[in-house]
C-alpha cells in the first residue's frame, strides 16, 4: 500500500480535497447539525460549530501519515464545502478500505455522491494500490445502497444486527469493488452494476 495519504482530486463538478478548520462553518450548516443527515450515521448531529472545529482539528492532525482519507467534498461552482467521503476502516495487510459519506440534504438527489465515490475508488486502486473497497449502510437507508450501485459495487449481502446508529442496532447491507473489476471498468466496461 502506498501512503500517498488524501490529495486533491477533481471531478466535473467537484474538487476533493483534505479538510481545514476553516471548514467548520460550511461543514456545521450544511451536513453536521442536520438530524435528517445523520439519521442512518453514528454519531448524533453537533450542537454547534465549535464542536465541528475540534473534530476537524483532530481529522487534519492525522493528514501527515499518510494512511488517512478524508476529503471534503466542495460544490466547484460555488466554492462551499457540502459533505465529505472518507476511509472509515483501513485493513492494511490485505490492502483493504471501507468507505463512509454524508453530504448536506440540499445537494442530495443530483448523483453527486457517485461522482465523488467514482473518483475515490479509482484513487485508491490507481495512486494508493488498494485490492478491495468495501461500503455498508442500513437496509433502511437504500439510497446510499444506490450509490454504491452507480459507483459499480456489487452487494455481497446483509449482515443482520451488525451496526449501530441513531436508529438503534441495526442490519448492514455490505457492497463492494474489487481491483480486478476495477480494472475491467477502466478497459471499458460499464460503471454502474445495474
Ligand atoms: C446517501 C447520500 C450520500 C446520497 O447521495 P446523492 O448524491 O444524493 O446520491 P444520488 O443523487 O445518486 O441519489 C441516490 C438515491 O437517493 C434518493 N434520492 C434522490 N433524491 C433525493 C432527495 N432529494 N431526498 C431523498 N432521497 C433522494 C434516490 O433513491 C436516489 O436513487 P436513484 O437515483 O436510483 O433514484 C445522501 O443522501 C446523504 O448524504 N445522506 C445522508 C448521509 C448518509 O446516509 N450517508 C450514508 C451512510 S451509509
Given amino acids: 500500500m502506498n501512503k500517498t495519504g488524501t490529495r486533491v482530486i477533481e471531478t466535473e463538478r ?5 479538510l481545514t478548520v476553516d471548514d467548520a ?3 456545521y450548516r450544511n451536513w453536521a447539525s442536520d438530524p435528517e443527515v445523520t439519521k442512518y450515521l453514528t ?12 473534530l476537524l482539528k483532530d481529522w487534519v492532525s492525522r493528514y501527515e501519515a499518510g494512511n488517512f482519507f478524508n476529503w471534503a467534498i466542495v460544490w466547484k461552482e ?22 463512509g459519506y454524508c453530504m448536506g440534504r440540499r445537494f442530495w438527489g443530483q448523483g453527486i455522491m457517485p461522482e465523488a465515490l467514482l473518483a475515490v475508488e479509482d484513487y485508491l486502486f ?7 473497497i468495501c461500503a455498508g449502510h442500513d437496509v433502511n437507508n437504500p439510497k446510499s445502497g444506490r450509490v454504491m450501485d452507480k459507483a459499480g459495487m456489487t452487494r455481497e449481502g446483509v449482515l443482520r444486527q451488525s451496526g449501530k446508529n441513531n436508529q438503534g442496532i441495526v442490519d448492514v447491507e455490505i457492497h463492494s ?8 471498468r477502466r478497459k471499458g466496461g460499464s460503471r454502474e452494476s445495474r
Fill in 14 to 18: 467537484l474538487i476533493l480535497r483534505p
Fill in 25 to 27: 462553518e460550511d461543514m
Fill in 43 to 54: 454519531w448524533p448531529p453537533h450542537p454547534d460549530a465549535e464542536l465541528t472545529r475540534a
Fill in 78 to 99: 460555488t466554492g462551499e464545502v457540502i459533505g465529505n467521503i472518507s476511509v472509515v476502516s483501513l485493513t492494511e495487510q490485505i490492502g483493504a478500505a471501507e468507505i
Fill in 126 to 132: 490507481e495512486t494508493v494500490g488498494l485490492l478491495r
Fill in 177 to 184: 469493488i474489487l481491483r480486478s473489476e476495477w480494472e475491467e
